[in-house]
């Protein structure tokens, strides 16, 4: 309790508090705006692809534009006035406090509609990922979501699995700074171990290990002997010996890998944050109520289809996306974490092997590590209730008046339009507070554009608000606390305040009188003020039996004492926390930078094909803007720049150092002894066209020139293939594509 007060002292603990706080509340921040971002990216990745196939319609072009536009006007008209402001005030304090009509609406909107439904939830409702209350409720909702799921789905074995709103729902909480900072802490340094040994093969597939064969002997010996054929089938290759020679080794090393990443995820069961435990705990309430005949093995299948498919795995598969990695990981490391990924999931699941017969090798691995999987899943779900807590935490909440939420006008109207299309099932009946303002908000009005978008910080507060003296009387009546046990707690917070602010009183014995005559003769006012009144306390609580001055009111001063000590052990927690949490905010950061430079790419690209079509330029243009990468319009017209010598852009230089440091550069072979008189210009002659040259110090001509289109570079991105290769060096293709779009778009007016 004494902890929560540290808005009214000044100490280390408390200054670590304070900082810790404004991290979190960043966090929480980030988190909301790369939910908002990686939503326009899953978006703009298939209508760029329709793009570089050239199939869009200019109209569809427009749609995407709307997706890039820069948030960089404000205008006050679309905010809501003082009285909206205040009905949606009452509106989202109800929904946040009362989690079971957010619950019901999960269930009730589409996949199409899901997405902005949790981005409300998620990131907006319950945005403050580290604030008991929110986190409580929160989780309030997901039991009520799952207990709905449960009883619905007919078939055991399809429950948690398919894709509903309820599935996608669980897989964005796991994306939350809590389960990310878990991710990383536990993974990133197994993941960026493994992908150091870039030329470790463990591939497996006997077709693929077969073409390894093929290639190895058409490199060695210029071609194949006619006794040994370029393309077999799959079951023809898994009996071939020198492919099963291959495989049985890399099997082995294999399971050692992933038995030592099985190893770090069960040792890290104290690390796994308390909502996923909670979740876990749930999903085994629920199936043992609701199929009483489900074996133990069943029940720890589910839990794993929820905490291995739904949040481990995808960081083991893509680490890059979950910034666990600071560079694209090799063909090879990324085959090692993918058949890793699998054999883990084959732990929770019972494994058929019916498309994948190449996995059959690794069987001893999930035999020999079923029973300890088993145990840790059960092990997750060993975490204590917060009911009582969050009963305390609403009772704290309607006695303040600072609690707020950072929400866009198109959230307020989007959740608007959701409860009005949905209010006869979430309050049928006209006297149910949601029903009363609902009907009193009338119609949603219609969705602001983008650039009007900005976050209002909307105050939330109750308007059915019960007396503070009815809600003491009601917590206490229900909790059986009595007025002197309130009195005793909120002594004791008092007196460790006192002594945090002076620490000279802590040393013992402590004289709970002389603590109080102190503070109330010191020169701060407020210290004064707790003086005094904590001296009238420690009267009511002798006269009332329940602290004796004879004894020198041992049992309050054990408790601050022990409350001291732990505000000692508490602080160094603190620091631990704030030490991680930094670490976990510049992880958020680095994806929101990846998630800007996709989004920067696809501006590029789309404005010159815009510009190409005639489809961007308009009279409403500014005389001179740029458009796209080496595009200007003049005078309202495109003028591309290979038309006039003037208008080329670049050469623009970057040193073979420069571009390595900053991963752009992902591979070399040039020698180190050389790379200082290596760099790399660029020149964009016209629209989307890069010329590339390799050059070294001294001499006049480059060598080696590539003549680059972006149209290819996206297409790359979007086959996902990782790496450009010049010869001499890779390029990472995300990573080129930003410097592009940084250097041949940045502000030029």
């Known amino acids: 309790m004494a902890a929560e007060q540290d808005v009214e002292v000044e100490d280390d603990l408390a200054r670590a508090q304070k900082n810790l706080r404004s991290l979190k509340t960043m966090i929480s921040s980030q988190s909301k705006t790369n939910f908002m971002r990686e939503r326009d990216v899953r978006f703009l990745d298939a209508r760029i692809g329709l793009l570089i196939q050239n199939r869009m319609a200019l109209d569809e072009q427009n749609e995407v534009a709307s997706r890039l536009e820069d948030h960089d006007e404000d205008n006050d008209d ?23 009509y957010m619950a019901t609406l999960c269930r009730l909107v589409t996949l199409a509609e899901i997405d902005t439904l949790l981005q409300t939830v998620m990131f907006t409702l319950y945005g403050n990922q580290y604030e008991s209350r929110e986190e409580h409720l929160l989780l309030s909702m997901f039991q009520n979501v799952l207990s709905w799921q449960f009883e619905t789905t007919a078939e055991f074995t399809s429950l948690l699995r398919a894709n509903t709103p309820v599935s996608r729902m669980m897989t964005t909480y796991t994306r939350r700074g809590p389960g ?222 600072d609690i707020q939420i950072s929400i866009t006008p198109n959230e307020i109207y989007s959740t608007q339009s959701l409860l009005h299309q949905h209010l006869d099932v979430l309050a049928p009946k006209p006297s149910d507070h949601l029903h009363i303002l609902a009907t009193e908000l009338g119609a949603p009005p219609a969705q602001v554009p983008r650039k009007q978008n900005k976050p209002i910080e909307l105050p939330l507060f109750s308007r059915w608000e019960m007396p503070i003296q009815d809600l003491t009387m009601s917590l206490m009546s229900d909790n059986n606390i009595t007025q002197n046990d309130i009195l005793y707690m909120e002594a004791k917070a008092i007196f460790v305040q006192i002594i945090r602010s002076l620490p000279g009183l802590s040393r013992p014995p402590l004289k709970l009188y002389h603590i109080a005559e102190s503070a109330g003769t010191a020169k701060d006012v407020q210290l004064v003020r707790k003086g005094i009144k904590v001296k009238e306390m420690l009267r009511e609580l002798e006269e009332a039996g329940v602290v004796d001055q ?27 926390e704030l030490q991680s949490l930094q670490s976990v905010y510049k992880t958020i950061q680095d994806h929101n930078n990846y998630l800007m430079s996709q989004l920067e790419s696809y501006k ?125 060096i890779k390029l990472h293709v995300n990573k080129t594509l930003s410097l592009l779009t940084k250097t041949f778009m940045s502000n030029k007016k």
């Not at 679309?78 to 079971?100: A, C, I, K, V």
């Not at 589910?302 to 795995?313: A, D, P, T």
């Not at 600071?326 to 699941?349: E, F, S, Y």
């Open 550 to 576: 004879g004894d020198g009111h041992r049992l309050l001063v054990e408790e601050i004492t022990q409350e001291l000590a732990h505000l000692g052990d508490l602080k160094v927690k603190v620091m631990e």
């Open 78 to 100: 679309h905010y809501p006035d003082d009285r909206r402001m205040q009905q949606y005030g009452n509106l989202f304090y109800l929904l946040q406090s009362e989690p079971r």
């Open 180 to 401: 990310q900072s878990y991710l990383k802490s536990v993974l990133a340094d197994r993941i960026n171990d493994l992908i150091e040994q870039k030329d470790m093969n463990l591939q497996i597939n006997p077709l693929k290990v077969y073409e390894e064969i093929v290639q190895a002997i058409e490199e060695d010996q210029g071609q194949l002997p006619e006794s040994f054929p370029r393309s077999v089938t799959a079951e023809v290759a898994a009996t071939h010996p020198q492919v099963q020679a291959i495989i049985q080794p890399r099997v082995n090393a294999l399971i050692e890998i992933a038995n030592q990443f099985l190893t770090t995820i069960v040792q890290s069961l104290d690390k796994v944050p308390y909502g996923i435990r909670w979740i876990c705990k749930q999903i085994r309430s629920l199936t043992k109520r609701k199929y009483p005949d489900a074996t133990d093995q069943a029940i720890s299948t589910l839990i794993g289809s929820f905490f291995f498919l739904r949040f481990v795995n995808p960081a083991i598969v893509t680490p890059q996306a979950y910034m666990l990695i600071d560079r694209v990981p090799g063909t090879h490391p990324r085959t090692i974490l993918t058949l890793i990924a699998k054999m883990i999931q084959n732990l929770a699941n019972k494994p058929t092997y019916a498309k994948e017969q190449y996995m059959i090798p690794t069987n001893p691995f999930v035999e020999n590590n079923k029973k300890r999987t088993n145990q840790f899943l059960n092990e997750l779900c060993e975490v204590g209730d917060f009911y009582e807590s969050l009963e305390m935490d609403q009772y704290m909440a309607l006695t303040k008046r």
């Open 604 to 728: 590029a690209y789309l404005q010159n094909v815009r510009m190409q079509s005639g489809g961007i330029v308009g009279t409403n243009q500014k005389n001179k803007k740029q458009v796209g990468l080496g595009v200007e319009v003049i005078d309202g017209k495109a003028k591309k720049s290979g038309s006039n010598k003037a208008h080329v852009q670049g050469p623009f230089k970057f040193t073979h150092q420069q571009l390595e440091r900053d991963g752009i550069i992902a591979e070399t072979e040039v020698p180190e002894n050389r790379r200082n008189n290596i760099y790399v210009t660029i020149t964009s002659p016209i629209p989307g066209t890069f010329i590339i040259e390799l050059h070294y110090r001294g001499r006049d001509k480059p060598i080696l020139e590539i003549d680059l289109k972006l149209d290819d570079l996206l297409e790359k991105q979007q086959d996902n293939i990782q790496l450009l290769d010049l010869d001499y």
